[in-house]
Nanobody, 126 residues
Framework: QLQLVESGGGLVQPGGSLGLSCVASGGFTNYYTIGWFRQAPGKEREGIACISSVDVSPVYLESVKGRFTISKDHPKNTVYLQMNRLEPEATAIYYC???????????????????WGQGTQVTVSS
């Protein structure tokens, strides 16, 4: 059973940066498709970035393009999300997730993902 653990959340001022990590265990391989999602209070879970072994490049939510970067370190079984120029609207719980199907193309719909971490809180406030 794949397990995912996020870390790196915290409080950051508007315009600041924060980096999140997602460490995978339980049989993780480079062929898993990993997505980052966030859920703000009272809102639906939103897919913001995805990385796979089959897409030419990562996939991003339009509103975070150019500010967020997803990457992975295969030997460390870790996927990262670097977030720059953060806005108060980015305040949410951030989750990483994986699809059970290997070599799957990226999708930003939460229903496509089968394994989820517990989430890490990101608060953007002055």
């Amino acid at each position: 059973q794949l397990q995912l653990v996020e870390s790196g959340g915290g409080l950051v001022q508007p315009g600041g940066s924060l980096g999140l990590s997602c460490v995978a265990s339980g049989g993780f391989t480079n062929y898993y498709t990993i997505g980052w999602f966030r859920q703000a209070p009272g809102k639906e879970r939103e897919g913001i970035a995805c990385i796979s072994s089959v897409d030419v490049s990562p996939v991003y939510l339009e509103s975070v393009k150019g500010r967020f970067t997803i990457s992975k370190d295969h030997p460390k079984n870790t996927v990262y999300l670097q977030m720059n120029r953060l806005e108060p609207e980015a305040t949410a719980i951030y989750y990483c997730a994986a699809k059970s199907k290997l070599r799957a193309k990226c999708m930003l719909s939460s229903s496509d993902y089968d394994y989820w971490g517990q989430g890490t809180q990101v608060t953007v406030s002055s």
